[in-house]
C-alpha cells in the first residue's frame, strides 16, 4: 500500500515497539528494516508510550489517521494483499484520501 499511495498525499510511519529485548536496539531494527526494503520512517517505542497512547494490544497494528490526528481506521493482525483487512483499509485509505482532497 505504501507504494501504491505514493505521491498522494499519503505518509506512512511505522512505530515499532520491541516484543524481544534485541528489537530495542536500533542497529537490529535498521538492519531488519533493510532486509525487507523498509523505507518510510521507523519510531522507536521502547518505552511503549505509544503502544500506550493508542491502548494497543497487538503486534503488527495498523491506523489510518487524517490530518487533524484523528484515528479513522484501525486493524489488528497481519495484512496480505487480495485479503481481508488489507483489502478493507486499502479503501478506507482511498475514501479519506479523497475526503482531503
Not at 13 to 29: A, L, T, Y
Not at 66 to 95: C, L, N, V, W, Y
Amino acid at each position: 500500500m505504501e507504494a501504491e499511495f505514493k505521491g498522494q498525499d499519503f505518509i506512512t510511519i511505522k512505530i515499532h515497539s520491541p516484543e524481544f529485548g534485541w528489537e530495542k536496539e536500533r542497529g537490529n531494527v535498521i538492519r531488519t528494516a533493510k532486509q525487507y526494503g523498509l523505507e518510510s520512517p521507523i519510531y522507536m517505542d521502547n518505552d511503549f508510550a505509544f503502544w500506550n497512547a493508542l491502548d494497543n494490544h497487538y503486534w503488527p497494528a495498523f491506523y489510518l489517521v487524517d490530518k487533524r490526528g484523528t484515528i479513522r481506521e484501525r486493524s489488528a493482525g497481519e495484512m496480505h494483499a487480495g485479503e481481508q483487512p488489507a483489502e478493507g483499509f486499502r479503501q478506507a485509505i482511498r475514501t479519506l484520501l479523497k475526503e482531503q482532497g
